[in-house]
């Protein structure tokens, strides 16, 4: 017990110069939060911050706007496309129009707890009042070493899509937690309490990013998003997700990554801090 708590105290005194929720060395994934390239983390950046996220991906398009109305809250809404899930119409002349499906939706997430001895700890619902493509809840950790940042947790839902999952450990407050419904109520667009973490199961993840400079920040991550799904992913071949993003400047980001079901995704990222614009003079 003595050598474990030794090593701890040995990662602490490392852990001085963490980035932790700096604005520059965290950034957007591919949901619009801040995190990793599917898994979220448990940072935030200054209170009035907000960001705008461009995801393209091989099967979904997305466009978050994101707000940090507190420096524990974060707050996002998406609106996303799905182009091979074809919808058409036809006009009073008879001619037809075909369009992907298209939808919108919300995101949430909360501080529980801030970095110290301890990680921080925060809570999340992606989808919150959709129609359930990207409907998933978390609890993530986060803790820096220097210029390391590592992160682990549990996830339902979309992001419940791990060989490694196991009870859901809500069941042991209610059996109701242990069933997750698969219709909406009526078409979606409102809130569905009894789908928030719950689920036979849960997964566990873990991530970490590493930042190589102010530029340029690697990301790897044990990805849990449920494959086929919804949007209709390939089966996956891996459990991981790796990542690259880079800063053209403080505002702007680009980003790319392999995802685990051999997709290739890309991102463009716009984000402001006032408050770190304001340091500058």
């Keep these: 017990m003595r050598k474990y708590f030794s090593a701890y105290l040995l990662l602490i005194s490392f852990s001085q110069t963490t980035f932790s929720d700096s604005f520059t060395y965290n950034s957007f994934n591919n949901h619009g939060g801040i995190g990793l390239i599917n898994m979220p983390t448990a940072r935030f950046y200054d209170e009035s911050s907000y960001g705008l996220a461009l995801y393209n991906g091989d099967l979904d398009q997305k466009i978050t706007m994101t707000s ?63 129609t359930g493509f990207y409907s998933s809840e978390y609890i993530v950790g986060s803790y820096g070493i220097n210029n390391i940042d590592f992160h682990f947790g549990l996830s339902w839902g979309v992001l419940n899509g791990s060989k490694n999952s196991f009870k859901n450990p809500f069941g042991k407050i209610s059996n109701q937690f242990y069933y997750r419904p698969d219709t909406l109520e009526e078409n979606g667009g409102q809130f569905q309490p009894s789908r928030y973490f719950s689920g036979e199961k849960t997964s566990p993840f873990l991530g970490i990013s590493l930042a190589l400079n102010s530029k340029v920040l690697i990301k790897l991550e044990t990805d849990n998003t449920l494959t086929p799904g919804k949007i209709g992913h390939k089966r996956a071949k891996s459990d ?12 702007f980001t680009i980003g790319i990554a392999n ?3 051999s ?19």
Excluded: H, T
Aim: proline share 3%; net charge neutral; aromatic share 20%.
């Design 68 to 130: 940090f109305p507190y420096d524990w809250m974060e707050a996002s809404f998406f609106y996303m496309n799905i182009e091979d899930d074809q919808i058409c119409r036809s006009n009073a002349f008879g001619q037809i129009f075909c369009q992907g499906y298209k939808d919108k939706g919300f995101n949430f997430k909360l501080r529980v707890k801030e970095e110290g001895v301890f990680p921080a700890i925060a809570i999340g619902i992606n989808d919150i009042a959709g």
């Design 240 to 251: 991981y997700s790796f990542g690259i993003d880079y800063a053209v400047n403080n505002n």
């Design 259 to 261: 995802e685990r079901n």
């Design 263 to 281: 997709y290739f995704s890309a991102k463009f990222v716009y984000k402001n801090n006032p408050k770190e614009s304001i340091k500058k003079y």
